[in-house]
C-alpha cells in the first residue's frame, strides 16, 4: 500500500508505469518483458499518466488475465507479484515485475524491449549483448579484440604481476609465453594466433586505449555546485586500470581540502571526504563499469560539497537498488579477480557497506545511489 502510495507521488520514472487500464495482451507483455529486462518495476493500473487516480471497475478476473498472459506471451517465463488496494474509494492494481536473473525476455512475436526513462521500446542488437552481459551470459572481458595480438601485451607488467601473485618469473617457464598469457586469460586463441582479450589489455596492455578508447576516466573539478560553475581543471585518465586506480586517486587528494588538529602530542590531518571511501567508489566504478558501451566514460565531478562518479553500465544480473548492500554479482569476472590479485580490493561484496560506514565516521553522511539509464551514479557528500 505504501509502496503504491510513494509511486503515485514520484510519478513515472524507469521504475513507475501508469495505465488507465489493462492495456492489450501484446502491449503488456512487452512493457513486462522492458521492466524484466532492465532494473524490474511495477505498473500500476487504474491511473492516468499525470498521476490521477481513474480507478478499475472489473478487479474479479484481472489477475487470472494477467497471470495468462505472462504464460502465454512472455518467454521464457517470469514470476511476478499482483496486489489490489484502495485509494480515495477507488480500486487500483500493481504489478511488480523484478529484475530477472533469466534475462533477456521476449514477447512470444519475438521481440525484446528495455525501458529508457519513461518508457519501453525495442533492444538495439547492442543493447540486447549488453543485456547477455549482464546476466552473466557473456563475460564482455573476456571477449577477444581483433586486431590485437601477444605484442599489445607488456610483458614487464605481466612479469611483475606474476611476482606479486606467484613469486615467480614469466620467463623461467616451461611454456612459450604466449602459452602462458593464454592459460592467465590475458590471451585467447584464433586460427593458430593469439588474439588479447578485453580484459588482458586493460590490466597489461601496452596501450589500453588504442582498441578501446572508451576505458577513460574524465574527471572535473568546478569551482561550484553544479556543471555551470566555473571549471578550475579537467583531467583525462588512461593507461591500465590499475595505473588509472593510482592517478585518480592522487588527482581527487590533490584538489581535497586538508585541515589538521592536535589529539595528544600528534597533529592529526583529515581530509574533506575519508580516503579510502574515495579509493573504494573509484576502485567499484573500475572493477564493476560496462566496457561494452562505446562513447562512454567513467565520469567524476568535483563540486565544492560533494563529488559524483558515473560509471557506466546498469547494476548487474539481479543486483538492484534495494538489494545492493548485501547481494554480490559481477559482469567483469576476470577484471575483479586479477585487482582482487593485485590487493586492489579487499573482501568481494563489501565496498558498498564500506563506503556507507566511511562516509557516516568521517562526514556524518550517507552517499548516495542511482540507476541512471545505461549509468551508475554515486555521490559522497562533504560534512554536515
Known amino acids: 500500500m505504501q509502496k503504491i502510495k510513494n509511486a503515485l507521488i514520484e510519478g513515472e520514472n524507469l521504475f513507475i508505469e501508469f495505465k488507465e487500464e489493462l492495456p492489450n495482451v501484446d502491449d503488456l507483455a512487452a512493457e513486462i518483458c522492458a521492466f524484466a529486462n532492465t532494473e524490474g518495476g511495477t505498473i500500476i493500473l487504474g491511473v492516468k499518466d499525470n498521476g490521477e487516480i481513474k480507478g478499475l471497475k472489473d478487479i474479479k478476473s484481472l489477475e487470472e488475465k494477467i497471470m495468462n498472459i505472462v504464460r502465454q506471451n512472455v518467454l521464457p517465463e517470469i514470476s511476478l507479484n499482483f496486489f489490489v488496494c484502495e485509494i480515495h474509494q477507488k480500486k487500483i492494481a500493481a504489478i511488480e515485475i523484478l529484475k530477472s536473473a533469466f534475462r533477456p525476455h521476449q514477447t512470444n512475436k519475438g521481440v525484446f524491449y528495455i525501458r529508457v526513462g519513461t518508457t519501453k521500446r525495442k533492444a538495439s542488437k547492442e543493447e540486447l549483448g549488453r543485456i547477455y552481459q549482464d546476466a552473466g551470459i557473456i563475460d564482455y572481458d573476456q571477449c577477444f579484440i581483433k586486431g590485437s595480438s601477444l605484442f599489445d601485451i607488456d610483458q614487464n607488467k605481466t ?68 556543471t555551470t560553475s566555473k571549471m578550475l581543471d579537467k583531467k583525462e585518465i588512461a593507461g591500465t586500470l590499475p595505473l588509472q586506480i593510482e592517478e585518480t586517486e592522487k ?104 563506503i556507507i560506514r566511511l562516509m557516516k565516521e568521517n562526514n556524518n553522511t550517507e552517499p548516495k545511489f542511482e540507476v541512471l539509464d545505461e549509468e551508475f551514479k554515486v555521490t559522497l557528500y562533504k560534512n554536515l
Do not use: C
Open 159 to 226: 612479469n611483475q604481476f606474476f611476482h606479486q601473485v606467484y613469486n615467480k618469473d614469466i620467463y623461467d617457464e616451461q611454456i612459450s609465453v604466449g602459452q602462458l598469457f593464454y592459460n592467465l586469460k590475458i590471451l585467447k586463441q584464433e586460427n593458430n594466433n593469439f588474439i588479447a582479450t578485453v580484459g588482458g589489455l586493460l590490466l597489461f596492455g601496452k596501450d589500453p586505449q588504442k582498441f578501446l578508447p572508451q576505458a577513460v576516466i574524465k574527471l572535473a573539478v568546478f569551482d561550484g555546485n553544479d
Open 251 to 354: 588527482i581527487i587528494q590533490f584538489y581535497m581540502k586538508k585541515s589538521s588538529e592536535i589529539e595528544g602530542f600528534k597533529r592529526i590531518y583529515k581530509t574533506e571526504y575519508p580516503t579510502e571511501a574515495i579509493r573504494e567508489v573509484v576502485i567499484n566504478a573500475i572493477a564493476h563499469r560496462n566496457y561494452s558501451i562505446h562513447g562512454s566514460n567513467i565520469r567524476i565531478f568535483i563540486f565544492n560539497n560533494r563529488i559524483e562518479v558515473y560509471s557506466p553500465g546498469r547494476l548487474p544480473n539481479t543486483i538492484t537498488l534495494n538489494n545492493i548492500l548485501y547481494a554480490q554479482q559481477t559482469r567483469n569476472h576476470f577484471i575483479v579477480r586479477i585487482l582482487d590479485n593485485l590487493n586492489y580490493i579487499e573482501s568481494l561484496g563489501t565496498g558498498i557497506q564500506k
